[in-house]
């Protein structure tokens, strides 16, 4: 069965300072894997998906993340951080053929002046 | 048109009564996931419909739950005999095929059950 785990539940950092978010993830197929956003008080929307193209991917937000199969990740970077970015992020994975997403554990970043 | 619409945004219940929630999804999209997000606890699958295949009902935590889905679009989440911890933010998506397709989230309904 696939899952995901994300490498701290709370990552701060300051504004300017590069951004990283782990994702690690468990599938017996190449998976399709996504990260989504959730600013407070709002719905998740996505930043970002891997669908076996391009391994690097770049998303909104000037977000990217690289899927390195030998690692079993899909860390997402930015490399630089704006106040707007503090919110929490979700690392999901969907194995291809298989309709069901999962979810981790999800990572809120601070960002302080 | 509009996005995912869910209702009520927030409910109040006391414990052992029952409570529906409703989501209506993207028009044409043929996909429709609800999940569970509790307290740093992520987000937890509860149940998948696509079409007009049976549901994936294998993330939902009881029997007293149920999600029935009719025509094909809007859908309703039902929680029986309510108790508190069943108290989370219940969110519900749609996407146009399901698969790598992405997912439309709703801003979700918040269940508190005293």
């Known amino acids: 069965a696939q899952s995901v785990t994300q490498l701290g539940s709370h990552v701060s950092v300051s504004e300017g300072a590069l951004v990283l978010l782990r994702c690690n993830y468990s599938?017996?197929?190449?998976?399709?894997l996504f990260w989504y956003v959730q600013y407070p008080n709002q719905g998740l929307q996505l930043l970002l998906k891997y669908t076996s193209a391009a391994t690097l991917v770049k998303g909104i937000n000037g977000f990217e993340a690289e899927f390195k199969k030998s690692e079993t990740s899909f860390h997402l970077t930015k490399p630089s951080a704006h106040m707007s970015d503090a919110a929490e992020y979700f690392c999901?994975?969907?194995?291809?053929?298989?309709?069901?997403?999962?979810f981790g554990a999800g990572t809120r970043l601070a960002v302080h002046p | 048109g509009a996005g995912v619409s869910q209702s009520p945004s927030n409910k109040v219940t006391e414990k052992g009564k029952d409570v529906e929630l409703r989501c209506d999804p993207i028009s044409g999209h043929t996909a429709l996931y609800w999940y569970r997000q509790s307290l740093g606890q992520g987000l937890e699958f509860l149940i998948y419909?696509?079409?007009?295949?049976?549901?994936?009902k294998s993330g939902l935590p009881s029997d007293r739950f149920s999600a029935e889905r009719t025509g094909g679009s809007v859908s309703t989440l039902t929680i029986q005999r309510t108790q508190q911890e069943d108290s989370a933010v219940y969110l519900c998506?749609?996407?146009?095929?399901?698969?790598?397709?992405?997912?439309?989230f709703g801003q979700g309904t918040r269940l508190t059950v005293v």
């Open positions: 419909f696509q079409g007009n295949s049976a549901p994936d």
């Open positions: 999901a994975v969907l194995r291809g053929g298989y309709n069901k997403l999962i």
């Open positions: 998506a749609s996407s146009p095929e399901g698969g790598n397709t992405e997912a439309f």
């Open positions: 599938s017996s197929v190449p998976p399709y």
